[in-house]
Each structure stands twice: as structure tokens, then as C-alpha cells.
């Protein structure tokens, strides 16, 4: 009978070390905030072009550019155990373009930018940690135009915003204790449509970061 109490209660204290172990991993990471920064490209949103038109002579038009640089950077604050609060900012190349006819010339440069926030659902204590993230924001744009005639030229500016819907997944793989390498994909959905027609974009982003606190060993 000694034996068998002694043995339920060896039993008790190691089902309790390995519970009290998980909840110390668990809550080590609470309140830790991860900086993040990365390289990228976006697919399906449109680089600006420009369009030259002379009556009588003819039409010019800049190239279609669909596959755009994207850096960024990002930052999240774990709340609770799989649930982490986050921002994301990312600056698109959608660059600089002209056309010419004749002695008529248009350039037009678009610089752009979206930034989002949302709530990502990951892991808190191994070294590879897939991911699925969610959320809203925006997508903003500045437009500048000059047309040129036989060295006269004229200026327009202008800038547009449409809300955005993110919706994606990655994984983080922490190299050391507290910073590693991300990959993640995330899909663009916009309330208007894009001069192409379309509401969809993609984006991936191949990055690093760094933890304040980290139950990794």
C-alpha cells in the first residue's frame, strides 16, 4: 500500500512539473514585443504608367509592370498566449514611367504605400512557428504627372486611398534565442478597384526579426 501511494504521488509531482514547465513557457513570452523587417515583392497591383497621345500621329503608352518591389516593416506585441496584436508598413515600388510622341512627352511618378494592422495566431515556444495573420488597413498612393511640349511643361498632382482586407500565413524559424527569419504570403483584398479593374493583390515578404523575450532555450 506505501508503494502504491508513493508511486501515485511520484507520478503526481512529475504530471504537475510538466504542466507548471508549459504554463512558464507559455506566460515567459506574455508582453513580449517582435520588430521585423523585410524585403518582398507584390503581385497583381499595378506600377504607374504614363500614356502620350498626338492626333494624327499616334499613341504611346509605358509598359504594364505587375511584379513590384516591396519592403517592410512590421511590429507585434503578444497579448496572450497565441494571440499577437500587429502592425505592418510597407513602401511598394510602383516607380517611375513615360511615353512620347513627337515632340510631346508624359512622365508620371506613383509613390505607395499600405499600411495595416490585425491580429496573428502563432505558437509561443518552439523554434519553427507556422502562422496565420488577419486584418484591415489601407492602401495610399501619391500621383505626379508632367507633360511636356517642345520644353513647356505642365504639373498635376494627386493622391487616392482604398481600404484594404489582408488575410495570410508565414512561418518564423528563430535562429537564435530571441531573433530568426520570417517567410510569410498575405492576400490583398481592396474596397475600389485598381485602374486595371481588378481588387486583388498579393504580397510576399522574406524577412528578419527580433524578440524582447523568448521562451526558446
Known amino acids: 500500500m506505501f508503494h502504491s501511494r508513493f508511486k501515485w504521488l511520484s507520478l503526481s509531482v512529475i504530471f504537475s512539473a510538466a504542466a507548471f514547465a508549459q504554463g512558464q513557457a507559455t506566460v515567459a513570452e506574455t508582453g513580449a514585443v517582435t520588430f521585423g523587417a523585410s524585403g518582398g515583392w507584390t503581385f497583381g497591383l499595378p506600377a504607374v504608367r504614363a500614356l502620350a497621345s498626338v492626333p494624327g500621329v499616334g499613341t504611346a503608352i509605358s509598359p504594364d509592370k505587375r511584379t513590384l518591389v516591396a519592403p517592410g516593416f512590421n511590429v507585434g506585441v503578444r497579448a496572450w498566449r497565441f494571440l499577437v496584436p500587429f502592425m505592418d508598413f510597407a513602401v511598394i515600388d510602383t516607380g517611375k514611367a513615360y511615353a512620347q510622341v513627337g515632340s510631346f512627352r508624359s512622365d508620371a511618378q506613383a509613390s505607395t504605400y499600405s499600411l495595416h494592422g490585425g491580429l496573428r495566431l502563432i505558437g509561443s515556444r518552439s523554434r519553427i512557428r507556422p502562422f496565420a495573420e488577419f ?83
Open 135 to 217: 486584418g484591415g488597413g489601407v492602401l495610399h498612393q501619391n500621383l505626379k504627372g508632367t507633360f511636356s511640349v517642345s520644353g513647356d511643361s505642365t504639373s498635376a498632382t494627386g493622391h487616392s486611398s482604398l481600404g484594404s482586407i489582408l488575410c495570410g500565413g508565414g512561418l518564423q524559424f528563430f535562429a537564435g534565442r530571441k531573433w530568426g527569419s520570417e517567410i510569410a504570403f498575405d492576400g490583398y483584398h481592396l474596397t475600389g478597384k485598381m485602374t486595371t479593374g481588378g481588387q486583388n493583390y498579393s504580397r510576399i515578404r522574406l524577412g528578419i526579426f527580433y524578440q524582447t523575450k523568448s521562451a526558446v532555450e
